[in-house]
């Protein structure tokens, strides 16, 4: 009698496969959407900061050649060669604090 049970096999393999396909896809398009909004915020923020401290280099060094040359002088004296990195450094290092305390509040608004 063990044909009868055999027969049924692929049937309910298929039901099964079928109800895992189904399920996998939905967790990917609900995953998917939710990571290409999360990307997408996160790329706007940083494009926006880095076009932020482009105009105030830009601005910066604008005021070179507007300003006396005794004032740049002056600030050579006070501000060190390496001030533009040492800026990029605290906002990519703020900006890097500011995603990772949104992600963190978006895992703890899921979970909670």
């Known amino acids: 009698m063990p044909l009868p049970v055999i027969a049924g096999l692929p049937w309910l393999a298929a039901v099964i496969g ?3 396909g189904a399920i996998f896809s939905w967790l990917v398009k609900f995953f998917t ?5 999360t ?9 926006a900061t880095a076009a932020f401290v482009a105009l ?3 601005l ?4 070179e050649y507007v300003l006396p040359p005794w004032f740049s002088l002056a600030v ?4 060190p060669e ?10 990519t290092a703020r900006l890097a604090r500011w995603a990772y305390e949104w992600n963190v509040r978006i895992i703890q608004y899921k979970l909670f």
């Open 18 to 20: 079928a109800a895992f």
């Open 33 to 37: 959407k939710r990571v290409a909004v």
């Open 39 to 47: 990307l997408a915020i996160v790329a706007l923020v940083v494009s």
């Open 56 to 58: 105030i280099t830009g």
């Open 60 to 63: 910066v060094s604008s005021l």
């Open 76 to 79: 050579q004296l006070v501000v």
């Open 82 to 91: 390496n001030t533009t990195a040492c800026f990029s450094v605290i906002i």
